[in-house]
């Protein structure tokens, strides 16, 4: 008697069966898809790289020093990582930026010492910031 | 299930990506375009008569409204501004700074004077004391 009525039974249909799989492969997909934004958004990157010109530079080929004064004509505070002199980078301690980090709207000052800085030579000056934001420029020393 | 997750883990990713990169492109380009639209002119510049003062009068015949934010008298940065420094010269008007120059100014020497906007353009002029 009770074996009848468990056979009798319905479950539901097999077309039914698979709309429901698929709803719910949909349902968890947003679900997923609402997770990654929230946590993945900011590993792409959300702020935008900053901006920096060139005010004016100065190179003595006698102390062998290049003096440069920099804008920050973008967002977020900059400092200077890397210099590279045609190429060749220059040691950290021979780069001096006053102030760091450079605020927005705000001129720096860079000391670059480099034992190759001599009149009359061009040189391309590549500066490099944590952002990765650049600036190149040539400079003729005096 | 693993499929339709991976897919939109990718999706996402792509998305934030190309999204990224569209948004520096963008500024970029804005930045280097509102650049190439600027144009001053200094057109004229006379020393005051009491120490190292200078006046500059400049034109700007740009296309949009611009400020002087810094000078630079042969590489050396202007400490002191007496005025202008900072004010709008909206376009097609003439503006004028003055301030002390950073070094000594001596009769009949050459001298390079870099006024720079707050775009970050550089303006050079060479003016004889």
């Given at each position: 008697?009770?074996?009848?009525?468990?056979?009798?039974?319905?479950?539901?249909?097999?077309?039914?069966?698979?709309?429901?799989?698929?709803?719910?492969?949909?349902?968890?997909?947003?679900?997923?898809?609402?997770?990654?934004?929230?946590?993945?958004?900011?590993?792409?990157?959300?702020s935008?790289?900053?901006?920096?010109?060139?005010?004016?530079?100065?190179?003595?080929?006698?102390?062998?020093?290049?003096?440069?004064?920099?804008?920050?004509?973008?967002?977020?505070?900059?400092?200077?990582?890397r210099?590279?002199?045609?190429?060749?980078l220059?040691?950290?301690?021979?780069?001096?930026?006053?102030?760091?980090?450079?605020?927005?709207?705000?001129?720096?000052?860079?000391?670059?010492?480099?034992?190759?800085?001599?009149?009359?030579?061009?040189?391309?000056?590549?500066?490099?910031?944590?952002?990765?934001?650049?600036?190149?420029?040539?400079?003729?020393?005096? | 299930?693993?499929?339709?997750?991976?897919?939109?883990?990718?999706?996402?990713?792509?998305?934030?990506?190309?999204?990224?990169?569209?948004?520096?492109?963008?500024?970029?380009?804005r930045?280097?375009?509102?650049?190439?639209?600027?144009?001053?002119?200094?057109?004229?510049?006379?020393?005051?008569?009491?120490?190292?003062?200078?006046?500059?009068?400049?034109?700007?015949y740009?296309?949009?409204?611009?400020?002087?934010?810094?000078?630079?008298?042969?590489?050396?940065?202007?400490?002191?501004?007496?005025?202008?420094?900072?004010?709008?010269?909206?376009?097609?008007?003439?503006?004028?700074?003055?301030?002390?120059?950073?070094?000594?100014?001596?009769?009949?020497?050459?001298?390079?004077?870099?006024?720079?906007?707050e775009?970050?353009?550089?303006?050079?002029?060479?003016?004889?004391?």
């Amino acid at each position: 008697m009770i074996q009848n009525r468990v056979l009798r039974r319905k479950g539901v249909s097999t077309f039914i069966a698979v709309l429901l799989l698929m709803a719910l492969t949909v349902a968890a997909g947003v679900v997923i898809y609402a997770y990654t934004m929230g946590y993945l958004g900011g590993l792409g990157g959300t702020s935008l790289p900053g901006a920096i010109s060139l005010d004016t530079a100065n190179c003595d080929g006698t102390t062998h020093n290049l003096t440069v004064y920099i804008r920050n004509i973008g967002k977020g505070s900059i400092t200077i990582d890397r210099v590279y002199v045609d190429g060749s980078l220059v040691p950290t301690g021979n780069v001096t930026q006053t102030p760091v980090p450079l605020p927005e709207e705000q001129v720096a000052e860079l000391i670059v010492e480099y034992w190759s800085f001599t009149a009359p030579t061009s040189y391309e000056i590549k500066m490099v910031a944590k952002d990765n934001t650049q600036l190149t420029f040539t400079v003729k020393c005096k | 299930m693993i499929i339709s997750a991976l897919g939109t883990f990718l999706y996402n990713i792509t998305l934030t990506t190309i999204g990224y990169q569209q948004n520096v492109l963008h500024e970029e380009i804005r930045l280097a375009a509102d650049k190439a639209q600027e144009r001053l002119r200094v057109i004229a510049i006379w020393w005051g008569d009491s120490g190292n003062i200078l006046n500059l009068t400049v034109l700007n015949y740009g296309k949009y409204d611009t400020k002087i934010v810094d000078v630079y008298v042969n590489n050396e940065r202007v400490a002191s501004y007496l005025s202008g420094r900072g004010e709008w010269i909206t376009n097609l008007k003439l503006g004028r700074i003055s301030f002390v120059s950073p070094m000594p100014i001596t009769p009949e020497t050459l001298y390079s004077i870099v006024i720079i906007s707050e775009r970050g353009v550089s303006h050079v002029y060479e003016a004889e004391s």
